[in-house]
């Protein structure tokens, strides 16, 4: 299967990447520099929920995920969405203390992991099986 939209699928795994990262999150949300040189929880929110990798992400199988990606999204979803509507509009040091804020960053990590290595086994596809690896003849 071909994705539709790489740059979206891109964005949504920056999203993840951001998200599964406490280091960062501390250096740059808990201690904002302007400019921003990291984006912030708002842009992160933004990026899956309004694709929506978030919370459908089987309405964008073949457009920017894959089947298999679905079910770690779900899962983050599951964690993250009510913690949103139940803060809302908060300082991002709120979210990082919240108590369920350790699970949406191993969620997000799983989830950043799954699509990493399909993109990584897309980029490289695997040789006929039994093949051995090229050898030049010459050298």
Do not use: K
Request: some cysteine; hydrophobic content about 45%; overall charge negative.
């Amino acid at each position: 299967m071909t994705i539709e939209f790489p740059q979206m699928r891109e964005e949504v795994l920056e999203a993840l990447e951001v998200l599964a990262d406490p280091e960062l999150q501390n250096e740059h949300w808990l201690t904002p520099r302007y400019p921003m040189d990291c984006p912030d929880f708002d842009w992160v929110v933004r990026a899956l929920y309004d694709t929506p990798a978030l919370p459908s992400p089987g309405l964008v199988v073949g457009t920017f995920l894959y089947a298999d990606e679905e079910e770690p999204l779900l899962a983050l979803d599951v964690v993250l969405d009510p913690m949103i509507a139940q803060l809302q509009d908060v300082p991002d040091a709120e979210y990082l203390a919240h108590p369920d804020w350790p699970e949406v960053v191993r969620l997000a990590g799983l989830a950043a992991a799954v699509l990493r290595e399909r993109d990584a086994a897309e980029a490289s596809p695997p040789g006929p099986v039994g093949a051995a690896p090229y050898a030049d003849p010459h050298g």
